[in-house]
């Protein structure tokens, strides 16, 4: 699993790398009153009239949910042009591979296996420091490896190795957040199936080195990286389908899980930041767009395939290793092994009609308890999200209601017409009727896109995302907020609105199938949740210290104003490494049996970081 939790945009590879998804649905189409052709546009067929366009670099970035781009006077947005997404084959079997750097040995081929380990992190650590990976339990006989043990580990591999002074290795250390450069791994091994992982672990374990694995790198705290060895996984990412279900690789970002399965007509439940991996996302629970529909992404892992810390590839499903397949949905990333390989249950995908509606910041106050109860309490098809968020050189800050709705732009507006009667007449609002696939690439800021841009740039031919400094900390609410409690979150934001920065809150609809299924019945245990929310801050590489410092203590004294209003349960992909009692707020009543899971499968604590699963008392 990777370690870790995801991040903002979060796709946390190594623990707590699920990482914030977006945070503002854009719809492509048409304000309300469009005629039905014009609601209909796809994607492809607008960029092929030249009439749609990708996000600036800041708004498509992924970093701690991203906030939205901020709203004109006529409450729309326009995104530059950018290429047209190129058609895909119906039966897909790689994502865009990473991008392959001189002097480095490669394979082409991708295996049928993958590996995944990278976490997802939900919080944003508020120092600039490097994080530390605490080194696995070996013999007391073990030796640091010589130059001729990395040769023989390199020789190895079916995949790469990149060590300090190799070409392109001061690209390939790097995570999403540009804070954690400064941790110079002793390699990383691009892993190419589950041998590849096997191996390094099993050699990490031999020289006592500090071992980490990565997915998508988008961990708040970092923990995807180690000055040890990191077990990189985004090699094995193949997308495949039989028979309803759907097998993918560890290290498949999110952007091509949805492409890749969608060309075979299916999906699954998933988040919306498109350089997620698949790993980080889905072992700490998964949210996102349709889950009130079909619950969260682990409630639709059906099987996978995992590197223990002895080494060995295992199966768990219902029948094999249940104990480990119980904890490996929501148990989070990092805890009881690399993650290779995935199989989903998946459900045909659907048109979804996507709304907003935007009212001025004097009805923040009435909108954010409307919001709860119309979000929570609607049809599973409905999906929503509301952005209170600062607005730098503007008056006040703003809010936004967002969503989806899985059926016709007809009724989609019936559902949001519910919300508009319950808090008033907003000053914008629009809906419209997308394709599933560009439903996803909109959620994913990557309205426009090419599968290929959606990519982080560096990392990627043609990725066109850049890397962001984020700053996270999340809340999960299991009752509507008081009134006071709604005062406290609006004076955080306005108080960021006064300090002329960036920064505010998403607040996502849980509920639905979410809520049917028993906290115990998976490891992830928020079940009776309404709502969650994301206090954000995000800012372009280069920020200065002082300015992400500023944001820190902001976020922390906000998010401290709050804490009498909220349930204490924080979302385990948001990984937030100042949280005190963390083990509680992610796992709740599942602690204890995931420490006996824990104490089974990693009995000398191999993947351990600051905030990996405790052995039983």
Same mark, same amino acid.
């Given at each position: 699993?990777?370690? &870790? ?24 189409l048409s304000a309300t009153g469009a005629g039905p052709e014009e609601g209909r546009l796809s994607r492809r067929r607008l960029m092929g009239l030249g009439a749609m366009a990708g ?7 992924? &970093? ?69 990976t605490t080194v696995p339990s070996t013999s007391t006989t073990a030796v640091a490896p010589s130059e001729a043990d990395w040769k023989a580990l390199a020789g190895g591999l079916s ?43 099993? %050699? ?17 705290? &970092? ?60 072992? /700490?629970?998964?949210? /996102? ?5 079909? *619950? ?5 892992? +059906? ?33 009881? *092994?690399?993650?290779?390989? @995935? ?23 009435? $909108? ?6 119309? =979000? ?16 730098? /050189? ?7 209601? &967002?969503? =989806?709705?899985? *059926?016709?732009?007809?009724?989609a507006q019936a559902q949001l017409s519910k919300l508009v009667n319950a808090v008033g007449a907003p000053s914008s609002q629009s809906v419209g009727e997308n394709g599933f696939e ?85 490891? @992830? +245990? ?12 995000? %800012? ?65 604590? $191999? ?11």
């Open positions: 699993m990777v370690s &870790g939790g995801a991040a903002s945009c979060p796709d946390l590879t190594g623990p707590g790398s699920a990482g914030p998804r977006h945070s503002l649905v854009l719809p492509s996000l600036a670099a800041l708004a498509s970035a992924c &970093g701690a949910r991203r906030l939205s781009v901020a709203p004109t006077t006529t409450g729309k947005e326009v995104p530059p042009p950018t290429a047209a997404k190129p058609s895909t084959t119906a039966e897909r079997s790689t994502t865009v591979p990473p991008a392959t750097t001189a002097g480095t040995t490669t394979t082409t081929t991708e295996p049928a296996t993958t590996t995944t380990s990278a976490p997802t992190t939900t919080s944003a650590p508020t120092t600039t420091s490097a994080p530390t995949g790469r190795l990149s060590r300090p002074g190799n070409p392109g290795y001061t690209v390939d250390l790097e995570l999403y957040d540009p804070r954690f450069d400064g941790t110079h791994p002793a390699a990383i091994a691009f892993c190419a199936n589950a041998s590849d992982v096997a191996r390094s672990v099993t %050699f990490a374990r031999e020289h006592g080195l500090a071992l980490t694995a990565r997915s998508g790198g988008h961990s708040y705290a &970092g923990y995807s990286t180690t000055s040890g060895l990191v077990v990189d996984v985004s090699r094995m990412s193949t997308v495949s389908m039989k028979r309803g279900v759907g097998t993918v690789g560890a290290g498949a970002e999110l952007i091509d899980v949805y492409s890749g399965l969608a060309q075979m007509g299916v999906s699954i439940p998933a988040g919306s930041c498109p350089t997620v991996g698949i790993a980080g996302l889905a072992l /700490g629970g998964g949210i /996102g767009v349709m889950d009130r529909l079909h *619950g969260v992404t682990c409630d639709n892992i +059906v099987g996978l395939t995992l590197v223990t810390a002895g080494g060995d590839v295992v199966h768990a499903d219902a029948a094999t290793n249940p104990d480990l397949y119980w904890a490996c949905r929501g148990g989070g990333g990092g805890n009881f *092994g690399v993650v290779t390989e @995935f199989r989903f249950a998946t459900f045909p995908i659907m048109d979804l009609s996507l709304f907003r509606a935007t009212w001025p910041w004097s009805a923040a106050a009435t $909108v954010v308890p409307a919001w709860m109860e119309w =979000s929570s309490s609607g049809p599973d098809e409905l999906w929503s999200n509301c952005l209170l968020e600062a607005y730098p /050189g503007a008056a006040t800050p703003y809010v936004r209601v &967002g969503g =989806s709705w899985a *059926g016709t732009a007809a009724d560009d439903a996803m690439y909109i959620e994913a800021g990557c309205q426009g896109m090419s599968e290929a841009a959606c990519h982080q740039v560096g990392k990627y031919p043609g990725g066109t995302l850049p890397r962001m400094v984020s700053l996270a900390r999340s809340d999960i609410f299991n009752a509507p907020l008081s009134a006071a409690g709604v005062r406290a979150l609006l004076a955080g934001v306005e108080e960021r609105q006064g300090q002329g920065g960036t920064g505010g809150a998403v607040l996502d609809s849980w509920g639905g199938a979410i809520s049917r299924v028993a906290p115990g019945a998976t490891a @992830f +245990v928020h079940r009776r949740a309404l709502a969650s929310a994301q206090y954000v801050a995000e %800012f372009p590489a280069g920020v200065a210290t002082g300015t992400v410092r500023a944001a820190a203590r902001w976020m922390n004294s906000w998010y401290a104003s709050l804490r009498s209003y909220v349930s204490g349960e924080a979302y385990q992909n948001y990984i937030d490494p100042a949280l005190a009692d963390w083990a509680h707020a992610y796992y709740g009543a599942n602690l204890p049996r995931l420490q006996k899971v824990k104490a089974k499968w990693d009995p000398d604590g $191999v993947w351990r970081f600051a905030q990996s699963i405790p052995p039983p008392p």
